[in-house]
């Protein structure tokens, strides 16, 4: 909601949409959070952590991606996007935008509503965005990219390194478009991980009924909430080498996405997630 208001607010000032990209696409995603009911997932850490240590596949354009909904929201762990991004980002969210799609906004700004929107985009647009707190103040980030004939690996070919800040409230175009990649491939490694394990996938359910006395309501009903990769945990590989007194540096062996064929005659063909590796260092 405070994403579909700051983008409200902006529309409201009259800056058109060209000219203020990123409002543009907070204010297409948000309308299509709120027009289609998305629920919200929960994302788990290690889980995180674990997706971007997977090399993206060599041949699967993005267009491929089963998208399980037209647009998500994700929720991240507070710890992991400290690290990640440099500062704390509540959530993430990822959408495919159709051609020419209408953003119609239910939001009032002051009393007054705010207009629709249309991003005439030549084709599909696959868009995340992301809200950053940056020095106690809001501050949005998308990454845009066609949602058709574009090759996954390209667009996660950022290096990631970790514990790299992001810097303060100013930021250089090149810092901004370091943060913009990032939130790319996480986004897209989430949905590669939902679409390749569809297991990962808690959904809400009832913890415990509303209950009633006299007719009120004397306790709430408690819900759990949606959630990718709850119960995932990293796996660890001690590094001792045969013959040696030493360790091998602890580091990450790569994950990976690979074909397998199956069905009749193996005539089909999946892909499946070949999970990295922590090498060097037990779990704790």
């Known amino acids: ?145 066609p949602a058709e004939n574009t090759m996954v690996k390209e667009l996660m070919a950022e290096e990631i390194v970790r514990y790299a800040k992001v810097g303060e409230w100013e930021t250089t175009q090149a810092q901004d478009s370091h943060t913009a990649t990032r939130l790319c491939n996480l986004a897209v490694n989430i949905l590669l991980a939902m679409t390749a394990e569809p297991e990962l996938v808690t959904r809400e359910h009832l913890l415990e009924p509303a209950k009633k006395k006299g007719g009120k309501i004397t306790r709430p009903a408690k819900w759990k909430p949606n959630f990718i990769g709850e119960h995932f945990k990293i796996v660890y590989e001690t590094g001792d080498a045969a013959g040696t007194h030493r360790s091998p540096h602890a580091h990450w062996r790569s994950g990976h996405h690979r074909k397998q064929h199956h069905g009749p005659g193996n005539t089909l063909v999946k892909r499946i997630w070949i999970k990295p590796v922590y090498v060097g260092l037990a779990a704790k």
């Open 1 to 145: 909601m405070l994403s579909a208001y700051t983008g409200a607010a902006a529309a409201l000032r009259g800056v058109p949409a060209e000219q203020d990209i990123t409002t543009a696409s907070v204010r297409l995603t948000a309308s299509m959070l709120i027009r289609y009911q998305m629920p919200t997932y929960f994302v788990g850490a290690e889980l995180c952590e674990a997706l971007l240590e997977t090399e993206a596949p060599d041949d699967l354009l993005f267009d491929e991606i089963q998208m399980p909904m037209p647009a998500m929201l994700f929720m991240l762990p507070t710890e992991f996007t400290k690290r990640y991004f440099g500062h704390e980002a509540p959530f993430i969210t990822a959408a495919r935008v159709p051609k020419g799609y209408l953003a119609k906004s239910a939001i009032r700004v002051r009393g007054v509503p705010a207009p629709d929107l249309r991003l005439c985009n030549p084709g599909d647009l696959f868009v995340s965005t992301m809200l950053i707190w940056e020095n106690g103040l809001p501050m949005h980030y998308d990454s845009r990219a």
